[in-house]
């Protein structure tokens, strides 16, 4: 083949391979092009031509696997019932209560002191204590004795009684069962909000690992790529050198270079092993077993394309965070849980002052017919430095709350405007790297045109392929920081 044949031969190698014009048709600019077929057998991984296999990795289902699967968030929903466990505890403080006495008795007589007497008691009482701190009551007695007894005797048929007891100071309306039950069911939407701040934290981590793992893939593509062409390019200087039109010297540079590019190809296929083994730890199957580690050919290309985000989304966001965030309603509802401390501390610094009332029938023969029971019960510590100490606790812990939610909505705010922040600047960088690409293709494919027609050096060719694979990769990074700013946009504003 003459000079020229050699020179054309090149020329049409060198406008088959991929340059800007295959860049402007819409190849991925991260490294997905139409090619990933490893060069040689230099490659574990299933490298493949064909469109991500659709196995459960698209971002929404992907989500929604660990949302619903992950083991943690699992445990998280137990806290839930936990929650409501101990508010059925706390309610069964107001369940009646039962009580049942009875005995045999033998007793010394009354009327004949040194005789022995038997004698039987019976009492039976029900009780209910009411949330407002009253507590009704009924019940019986049957103590049929024809002498005295350490019990009050009742006719022969027993007595019937009911009554009720009524809290006038401490204890009305308020009351230490009454507020526990409070706050327990004040636990079960505060378990809900921390479950929900677990849920943020989880997906957030698992859409970073996500958008990793899809970054290394490209990352490997691209690196695949400048492998291959080196190989490819190699076979060529071996047919110039045999046909006398290049130095055999270049054979040994072609085949440097294929050591130095293999050796950036397998740094990214451990950087692609290494995402995906991080986010295999969030792939459970529904069975509650790992989903193993994501093959490469599961895992989508870099998408969607970076927009940039408006201020109009930027200031819903802002106060969709401040409506949702559960880190706000955490502290509103222990805000109402401290607020019941505080009214029952005050409560208790009352004396207790309780009316009780019971009327009923003292049936059967020796029985008296209507009986009625009826006081007041007064307990007054002379100090209350208990309840008082327990007020101004109570006090403090609001005013600690109130500056905690001032740091929270300033600190959520901020997470906003930071991610916001981070999305805009990595697009205005991804536009600069896309361009970046474009005029590095441009040189590149010029300097293959020139060492295609003798004007130029294999070393320049080597160096500008690199150059464009760097730009590549920079823009696979990029984009990556992009998709995980989003994510973090979406789980700061309750959106995830």
């Known amino acids: 083949m003459d000079r020229v044949g050699v020179f054309s031969f090149l020329l049409l190698v060198a406008l088959l391979s991929p340059g800007p014009a295959a860049f402007a048709q819409g190849k991925d600019a991260s490294g997905d092009g139409p090619a990933l077929r490893p060069p040689l057998s230099l490659s574990p991984l299933s490298l493949t031509a064909e469109k991500s296999q659709d196995l459960g990795l698209d971002f929404q289902k992907f989500i929604d696997r660990v949302d619903r699967n992950y083991p943690k968030l ?69 103590n049929p004795n024809d002498t005295k007894t350490p019990f009050v005797p009742s006719g022969k048929a027993g007595e019937y009684f009911g009554g009720v007891a009524v809290p006038l100071a401490r204890g009305l309306m308020i009351n230490e069962k009454a507020a526990m039950e409070k706050q327990a069911k004040l636990g079960e939407p505060l378990a809900e909000q921390l479950f929900g701040l677990t849920r943020l934290e989880v997906l957030l981590k698992a859409a970073a690992s996500y958008y990793e793992c899809m970054g290394a893939r490209a990352r490997l593509a691209v690196a695949n790529d400048l492998l291959s062409l080196a190989v490819a390019r190699t076979e060529q200087i071996k047919e110039r050198v045999v046909s006398g039109d290049s130095p055999a010297l270049e054979i040994k540079e072609a085949e440097q270079e294929i050591q130095r590019r293999q050796s ?72 109402k849980q401290v607020q ?60 600690k709350l109130d500056q905690e939610e001032k740091a929270e909505r300033l600190r959520i705010q901020t997470e906003v405007d930071d991610t916001v922040s981070a999305i805009n600047t990595s697009y205005e960088r ?19 045109l020139r060492y295609a027609a003798g004007d130029g050096t294999l070393f320049l060719v080597n160096q500008r392929e690199r150059a464009t694979a760097e730009a590549r990769m920079r823009l696979a990074e990029v984009h990556t920081e992009y998709l995980q700013a989003m994510a973090a946009f979406r789980a700061v504003t309750c959106r995830l």
């Open 74 to 142: 699992i445990g998280a929903v137990a806290e839930k019932k936990i929650a409501s466990a101990k508010r059925l505890e706390k309610t069964g403080a107001f369940d009646p209560v039962l009580t049942s006495v009875n005995e045999f008795l033998r007793v010394q007589d009354t009327f004949e002191p040194g005789k022995a007497k038997n004698a039987v008691h019976n009492e039976s009482r029900i009780d209910l204590l009411t949330r407002s701190g009253i507590k009704v009551f009924t019940g019986m007695r049957l």
């Open 264 to 335: 950036i190809f397998v740094k990214a296929q451990r950087e692609f092993q290494k995402a995906a083994y991080s986010l295999s730890v969030f792939l459970w199957s529904d069975a509650g077993t790992p989903g193993g580690v994501p093959r490469l050919e599961e895992v989508p290309a870099l998408s969607p394309e970076p927009l940039l985000l408006s201020d109009e989304i930027w200031k819903r966001g802002r106060q969709e965070a401040l409506d949702k965030r559960p880190e706000l309603k955490r502290i509103e509802l222990e805000r």
């Open 340 to 399: 019941i401390e505080l009214k029952l501390a005050k409560n208790m610094i009352l004396p207790a002052i309780d009316a009780y009332v019971s009327q009923g029938a003292d049936t059967g023969p020796e029985g008296i017919g209507y009986v009625i029971r009826g006081g007041v019960a007064v307990s007054a510590p002379l100090r209350q430095r208990t309840a008082r100490g327990q007020a101004q606790a109570a006090s403090l812990k609001l005013e």
């Open 430 to 448: 991804y536009v600069a790297n896309l361009e970046e690409v474009r005029k590095a293709r441009d040189v590149e494919e010029g300097e293959r």
